[in-house]
Nanobody
Framework: QVQLEESGGGSVQAGGSLRLSCAAS????????MGWFRQAPGKEREAVTLIYTSSGSTYYADSVKGRFTISRDNAKNTVYLQMNSLKPEDSAMYYCAAGDNCYLNRYQYDTWGQGTQVTVSS
């Protein structure tokens, strides 16, 4: 079983930056993809960015391309999300996810972090 521990998040003004971290522990040998989803109040949880831990191949939602960067440190079983040029519409609870493949559908993941709040004020 894999456990995910997130850190980072917080409140910033529009245009600011934040960095999220997600550390995986436990039986991680079957984890080939890690990434971030976000969920704003009253909205569905959506995929923000994903990364294949072996190849480093990435996916970004159109809404964050050019502003967010996902990276990984395989030695630490940790992925990072650098968020720049933040907008109020980026405000949401951000969840780290891990799986055997990179899926855009949240229901195909059964390993989640506890979530970390990101709030961007205008």
């Amino acid at each position: 079983q894999v456990q995910l521990e997130e850190s980072g998040g917080g409140s910033v003004q529009a245009g600011g930056s934040l960095r999220l971290s997600c550390a995986a522990s436990g039986y991680t040998s079957g984890t080939r993809c890690m990434g971030w989803f976000r969920q704003a109040p009253g909205k569905e949880r959506e995929a923000v960015t994903l990364i294949y831990t072996s190849s480093g191949s990435t996916y970004y939602a159109d809404s964050v391309k050019g502003r967010f960067t996902i990276s990984r440190d395989n030695a630490k079983n940790t992925v990072y999300l650098q968020m720049n040029s933040l907008k109020p519409e980026d405000s949401a609870m951000y969840y780290c996810a891990a799986g055997d493949n990179c899926y855009l559908n949240r229901y195909q993941y059964d390993t989640w972090g506890q979530g970390t709040q990101v709030t961007v004020s205008s």
